[in-house]
């Protein structure tokens, strides 16, 4: 789907369309540079949330039906874990 640029087959159908494709793919190269087997060349977290926050504010910026759905109807994520998760040594 990445090679034939269909970006609609990459996105979820709930959103029917609503969404700048611009930000959608900076999301997916984005996500694809973090896949790098070279950690020297994967992006840092710091310009991970720098690109994401970027998307955020041009899907914004843009309005559309998303935007008056999430003024609606917004809701607060949390997840908990109840066990600590720690990295194992290779």
């Known amino acids: 789907m990445l090679t034939k640029g269909d970006i609609k087959s990459i996105t979820d ?3 029917n369309g609503d969404y700048d494709s ?3 793919w900076t999301a ?6 973090c896949l790098n087997p ?3 060349t ?3 977290m ?3 949330v720098f690109e994401l ?12 039906e998303s935007q008056t759905m999430h ?4 809701r607060e994520v949390r997840m908990t874990f109840g066990t600590k998760v720690a990295p194992m040594a290779r």
């Open 22 to 24: 611009g930000s959608v």
């Open 46 to 48: 710091s310009q991970v």
């Open 38 to 40: 070279s950690s020297v």
């Open 53 to 64: 926050k970027e998307c955020l504010a041009s899907e914004s910026s843009r309005g559309g």
């Open 71 to 74: 003024s609606q109807s917004s």
């Open 28 to 33: 997916v190269e984005l996500a694809m540079s």
């Open 42 to 44: 994967r992006p840092t």
């Open 13 to 15: 159908p709930n959103l």
